[in-house]
């Protein structure tokens, strides 16, 4: 038993070591207006970048303003090569914190890896997950989504900055050793599954193991690779986004 404890605590300390490469980083503070789709950036739509300001902070962010009825807002991104396993960041402030907009919620989803410029995470059959949060102050709802089920539901401060952490283990065998954000202490994310942290708290009921993702998606090893920010066609959504960051982590 000592030496299985021993063994253990060796290959999380080992793998805490082992540098991460950073396959997406985009901060927005190097153009104002439109975004330009180059590189990981794909597909934009209804996203501009602006001056930040409030809880968001001053420097620049990409304000999501999807306020067409006809067509979706859309922030994708895609990793040049896919990973067995990510973790994501980035920061999202609801801009219209007192709305009550019905049925407005900004998406952040993943799905298999496409290099395209066509639109790739337009509906729950295409996401391997995502994190939903309303629009509308009454609700508040965040939700976490594996196709198009609601996998778990809380609320959260649509006034406030939320920062979120995602670590993705696209493997279907192997367990994924990553350190959670409230703690330091180490923990151990399934195969083929995904857990949510934001403001380092985890997302309503989940554990620290993950939720298994949409296996129609996500089936296979090192097949992840789209991720980004979208919207429902039919009403307003308006966020804040800021500091994208997507690095590779090993298993």
Not at 13 to 39: H, K, N, W, Y
Not at 97 to 119: M, Y
Not at 170 to 181: A, G, H, Q, T, V
Request: hydrophobic content about 40%.
């Amino acid at each position: 038993m000592k030496k299985s404890i021993l063994t253990v605590f060796c290959f999380v300390c080992f793998a805490g070591l082992l540098p991460a490469e950073t396959l997406i980083s985009q901060t927005f503070d190097d153009e104002m207006g439109r975004i330009s789709v180059s590189g990981s950036l794909k597909r934009a739509n209804f996203v501009r970048v602006e001056a930040g300001s409030g809880a968001i902070g001053a420097d620049p962010a990409a304000h999501f303003l999807d306020d067409s009825t006809t067509e979706s807002g859309v922030l994708e991104y895609c990793v040049s090569d896919p990973a067995a396993a990510y973790l994501i960041s980035f920061d999202v402030l609801n801009n219209q914190p007192a709305s009550e907009l019905e049925n407005a919620r900004l998406i952040f989803s993943t799905g298999q890896h496409f290099d395209g410029k066509s639109f790739v995470l337009s509906g729950g059959a295409k996401r391997a997950f995502s994190v939903e949060f309303e629009q509308a102050a009454s609700s508040k709802a965040l939700s976490i989504r594996i196709g198009t089920a609601t996998a778990k539901k809380s609320s959260y401060d649509t006034a406030a900055l939320q920062q979120v952490k995602i670590w993705v283990n696209d493997n279907d065998k192997k367990e994924l050793s990553y350190i959670r954000p409230d703690n330091q202490q180490a923990a151990l994310l399934g195969p083929d599954s995904v857990v949510v942290w934001i403001n380092d708290v985890l997302v309503v009921d989940q554990k620290d193991s993950g939720i298994v993702m949409q296996s129609s998606i996500s089936a296979g090893d090192k097949v992840l690779g789209r991720l980004g920010f979208s919207s429902t066609t039919t009403s307003t959504v308006d966020f804040l986004i800021d500091n994208v960051h997507v690095e590779s982590v090993s298993q």
